[in-house]
């Protein structure tokens, strides 16, 4: 038998708050349809790349779809969300912004990159073919706060969590704060490397479906999900190229491990830092290497091999 599906209709919200009007009720097991607009809610439209980037209204920014109410979902519980569908627009943008990013420091101007989509890659510059894998920013069941929160930070209910393995086939299990649960969802991304090094995936625009199963008495701390099978499939299979972070904290490590990486993509392929530190947040991975041989730890950056020509 076939589950219901239902398409989400507007408005958008840009806050967490559980006064939202729901836009839709479900049952557990049924689909939901949605239309999920890139995080500037379209205002790089007309942004061509080498073009003055236009100032940005951030009242609009983080446009989120919903929320859904799921029958019977009560605090403690769990919802698990089920990706049956991603489809990409056909652009993106990603952005280096002023004091924001891993690597704010070196890189303390704005800059914008555009990326034109095609059905399953997308070119960058001559030296990479980033393969696609559209996935949402924002996942998440509506915080218990009496005080709207802004989409922006991540939290134990999920919301911005920025984990770019809950692609199609992925399951997102999402602890349940108020009746309802009050599900949003929002932010999508065309591609990201685990660490969104430069504070921006390939920003960009999709539409989906999700299935909405309720766990009752399932409580969790936090937001888990299960893969369908290995991660990238294909990527991988050229092998990668590391280089290593060392420092008695990790956000250091992480640091000159991404700058160890920007210095290779230039020496390498001929990659100017700025346009390394946009491709790195797209395709590189941050791994936590080590962290029990105080008092350094060890952060590698992974570079793919098979991006790059």
Known sequence: MTASRHHVPGPVHRLWTPDHEPVLEVASGEVVEFDAQECAAGQLDGFRNGAPVPELDLDLLYPLVGPVLVEGAEPGDAVELEVLEFRSGTWGWTSVLPDFGLLAEDFPDLHVHRWELGERTAEFQGVATVPLRPFLGVMGATPDTSEPLSPFPP?????????????V????????????????????????????????AIEASLSGALRITLHKGLTLPAPQFRTPGALRPGIEDAGYYATMGVAPDLMQASQDAVRAMIDHLGRTYGIAPLDAYVLASVVVDLKISEVVDRPNWVVSAYLPLSVMH
């Open 169 to 200: 086939g992925a399951r997102i299990l999402l602890p349940v704060q108020v009746p309802g649960a009050r599900i949003m969802v929002g932010d999508p991304h065309a591609a990201q490397g685990d660490g969104e090094v430069c504070g921006a």
């Open 155 to 167: 939290g134990t209910f999920g919301g911005n969590i920025d984990t770019r393995d809950i692609t």
